[in-house]
């Protein structure tokens, strides 16, 4: 398959990006949501208004107060500062039950819906921001690949793999992320000319992207899945943080004038990331 690249989202040329690296050195960039330095720990059950609700525990060298985080993929987790007092964890969590019990309602749903649309509609994922039918055919020479036709993505799986078919599609997926978000990255730092390391491609749980202390872009492999324009501001996004570190509004002036229409982008994430971040999950 051919993949045609070109300039997607409408990003403003002559916009002095390079002026203002020259007016500020470039800052290293920190996430929103540091995860590193953390330690897994051990987790457990707590009774939360008569339910039984499973949580990780997540010891971190870095945090200096408990902190709740709940995902679709990951559920509760409970992040500690090393020295933490466990015994103080399940009477926070009771306390906090209430907002804990609404945000995993709000994923159980999204799943929900999700699993009844492919009920309703066939297995049809995004791909590029379109969404595709899957398809599954027993192939031998090719076996492991996917083949793109019009309206559908063929995923060849061995005889002995039938039911393989998502786990051949996200590898597919992984690479096509990889090729896509390489060049993106070379075409919209065109316009700012800014100096970077690496560009890693990650299984990121609750970011769509991060740049790194040293310089490193980092990004979730699932925006594959989102259209052209939307992955250029989150490549655009990334790339500011090299002038930018924080989300401050002279930050988001900066997104702006690179990329004027990227409240409608974040939009679109916020309407459709669960697609994104839970099909493979239920396929």
């Known amino acids: 398959m051919t993949i045609q690249y070109a300039p997607a989202a409408r990003l403003r040329q002559g916009v002095p990006a390079q002026a203002a690296v020259a007016r500020q050195a470039p800052a290293a960039a920190m996430p929103v949501k540091m995860r590193c330095g953390k330690n897994p720990g051990s987790g457990g059950l707590v009774n939360l208004a008569?339910?039984?609700v499973a949580?990780?525990?997540?010891?971190s060298q870095k945090a200096k107060n408990l902190r709740l985080m709940i995902g679709g993929e990951n559920g509760l987790e409970v992040v500690v500062p090393a020295k933490f007092d466990l015994d103080l964890v399940e009477s926070i969590l009771i306390k906090?039950?209430?907002?804990?019990?609404s945000k995993l309602d709000y994923f159980l749903r999204i799943k929900e819906s999700l699993y009844l649309y492919q009920q309703q509609s066939g297995r049809r994922v995004l791909y590029r921001g379109r969404e595709?039918?899957?398809?599954?055919?027993?192939?031998k020479g090719n076996a492991g690949t996917v083949q793109v036709e019009e309206g559908r993505?063929?995923?060849?799986?061995p005889a002995e793999a039938e039911g393989a078919t998502a786990a051949v599609l996200e590898g597919w997926f992984r690479t096509m992320a990889r090729l896509l978000i390489n060049?993106?990255?070379?075409?919209?730092?065109?316009?700012?000319n800014l100096d970077f390391k690496r560009v890693f491609i990650r299984d990121q749980k609750t970011r769509w992207g991060s740049c790194s202390q040293r310089k490193n872009l980092n990004f979730n492999w699932r925006l594959v899945m989102a259209p052209l324009q939307v992955i250029d501001y989150i490549v655009a996004?990334?790339?500011?943080?090299?002038?930018?570190?924080?989300h401050s509004k002279k930050f988001w002036s900066l997104v702006e004038r690179i990329c004027p229409d990227y409240k409608d982008y974040r939009k679109w994430l916020k309407t459709n990331g669960h697609r994104l971040k839970f099909w493979f999950e239920l396929g």
């Open 132 to 139: 595709y039918e899957v398809e599954t055919r027993v192939a």
């Open 237 to 246: 996004h990334e790339l500011l943080h090299l002038i930018q570190p924080d």
């Open 153 to 157: 993505l063929l995923v060849l799986v």
């Open 55 to 59: 949580y990780s525990l997540i010891r």
């Open 96 to 101: 906090k039950q209430n907002w804990i019990l």
């Open 50 to 52: 008569g339910r039984a």
């Open 183 to 192: 060049q993106r990255v070379r075409v919209v730092n065109q316009v700012l």
